[in-house]
């Protein structure tokens, strides 16, 4: 039985300033895992493999995060 929780590695994204105003966030994980992401405030929304922001960001600092869950 699988009792660990699944971890996640974010693969690509912007690192430090961009002007990319809807840059695309990659992660990968624990075969069989699903995964949730959100950007600053918004709450956590299913994602598959990737993330881009729906709507085109205006210039400032962003914390995007992304989960995993598994059986466990």
């Known amino acids: 039985m699988d009792t660990v929780a699944p971890e996640v590695t ?3 994204g912007p690192d430090g300033p ?3 105003v809807r840059p695309t966030f990659t992660f990968s994980g624990e075969a069989g895992a699903t995964f949730e992401c959100k950007l600053e ?3 956590f929304a ?3 493999d990737s993330y881009t922001p ?3 960001l205006a210039e400032g600092s962003y ?3 992304v989960k ?3 059986e466990a």
Do not use: G, R, Y
Request: proline fraction near 0%.
């Open 68 to 70: 995993a869950t598994d």
């Open 10 to 12: 974010v693969d690509s």
């Open 46 to 48: 299913e994602c598959a």
């Open 63 to 65: 914390t995007f995060q």
């Open 18 to 20: 961009t002007n990319d």
């Open 41 to 43: 405030q918004a709450d």
């Open 54 to 56: 729906a709507a085109a």
